[in-house]
């Protein structure tokens, strides 16, 4: 199936590791060019070597901190150099773990930065990219938080129920300009970070009876998703074959979600 990408130029923000690096293979692999970004300099310059040298496209790595200004002005930049955006996929950001009583203000304005303001810099940004080439694709990462809040991290619950919102009212601003806006809200996907703290707490014997406990609890199909599962997600809805998809939230979740 032809997904109508190629040639297209794709910001994907948090690119280097993770969801964020799948769907930059994803989209490599239908042919579209890739500008990811992320805060680790050697490694996001890496990975887009790879990704290039892997599917035979054009693909960029700017190192850059979106949860600044300057940051995304950078990434703005950068891609109104290699001629615009066409996609962006915000995807970069981290889970809480805090009580609203103990939680500073600095830490909610960090997270509030990364989550939200990232994706309202960058849609300033890339937008009036997107209308020159009449066409354009954005997906926000949020979570099942957003909707179904765990209990430790009231700062990323809150963020990314934001970011679903933020999501939503740009959809319906730039919904004439042949830009559609949607928000994925994953379950359990299987990234390096879930790894890294399962062998924290169960150490490298008990992390997979870890991980698989934590599945258990969720529900559904009992188990996490890869990252390239979550990412087949992301590519299609890029692509034209989702032409009548926007202002939508999909969840993602292995059957996770409590509610209709």
Same mark, same amino acid.
């Given at each position: ?26 989209? &490599?692999?239908? #042919? *579209?060019?890739?500008?990811?970004? !992320?805060? +680790?300099?050697?490694?996001?310059? @890496?990975? /887009? &070597?790879?990704? #290039? *040298?892997?599917?035979?496209?054009? !693909?960029? +790595?700017?190192?850059?901190?979106? @949860?600044? /200004? ?9 891609? !109104? ?19 609203? !009583? ?159």
């Amino acid at each position: 199936m032809d997904l109508g990408l190629k040639g297209k130029l794709a910001v994907i923000t948090g690119g280097s590791v993770g969801i964020g690096l799948a769907v930059a293979e994803g989209l &490599a692999a239908e #042919g *579209a060019s890739v500008l990811i970004t !992320a805060r +680790g300099q050697e490694r996001v310059h @890496a990975e /887009a &070597a790879r990704i #290039g *040298a892997t599917w035979g496209v054009e !693909a960029h +790595g700017v190192a850059a901190d979106v @949860a600044t /200004a300057q940051g995304c002005a950078k990434i703005v930049t950068a891609a !109104a150099q290699l001629g615009g955006a066409h996609i962006l996929i915000n995807n970069a950001g981290t889970g809480s773990n805090e009580t609203i !009583a103990e939680a500073d203000d600095a830490k909610w304005q960090y997270y509030w930065d990364l989550h939200v303001m990232a994706a309202v810099r960058l849609a300033r940004g890339l937008v009036p990219q997107m209308k020159i080439h009449n066409w354009g694709a954005i997906i926000h990462n949020a979570s099942i938080c957003a909707v179904q809040p765990l209990w430790y991290e009231p700062i990323y619950n809150t963020t990314k129920a934001a970011l679903m919102m933020f999501s939503k009212t740009l959809a319906n601003e730039v919904v004439g300009d042949n830009i559609r806006v949607n928000t994925i809200n994953p379950g359990l996907v299987l990234t390096p970070d879930w790894i890294k703290t399962a062998k924290q707490l169960a150490g490298e014997d008990g992390y997979e009876a870890h991980l698989q406990g934590v599945a258990d609890e969720a529900g559904g199909m009992k188990r996490f998703a890869t990252p390239e599962e979550l990412a087949n997600f992301f590519v299609f809805l890029c692509s034209d074959r989702a032409s009548y998809s926007t202002g939508s939230t999909y969840f993602v979740d292995g059957g996770w979600l409590r509610t209709v």
